[in-house]
């Protein structure tokens, strides 16, 4: 069984986000500095996928979808939350 490095918290944050292929939007759920889980509400994520969150128009976050279930998908961040971008998410 895998295990997380770090604790998640809930969080409803809606982000614009984008795949090679699509535009959607999710909502950021059981956030850390490592990941999250998210609900889309449109749009088609696969395992392995590259993801980009448009935190605001300066700041964008990357990550890779570990897994899809239904309109939820587990995303692993390219590097740990940045101060700045948890000072924007306000976590």
Same mark, same amino acid.
């Given at each position: 069984m895998?295990?997380?490095e770090t604790n998640r918290q809930g969080s409803n944050i809606v982000l614009n986000? %984008?795949?090679p292929v699509?535009?959607?939007q999710a909502i950021l759920c059981d956030i850390s500095h490592t990941g999250c889980r998210?609900?889309?509400f449109d749009g088609h994520v696969s395992k392995g996928q590259t993801i980009f969150f448009?935190?605001?128009e %300066?700041?964008?976050l990357a990550g890779q979808i570990m897994?899809?279930?239904g309109n939820e998908a587990g995303v692993k961040f390219m590097h740990k939350l940045s101060a700045v971008i948890r000072n924007?998410?306000?976590l």
């Open positions: 895998q295990t997380r986000c %984008r795949t699509a535009r959607a998210i609900e889309l448009e935190i605001d %300066r700041n964008e897994w899809v279930r924007t998410l306000e």
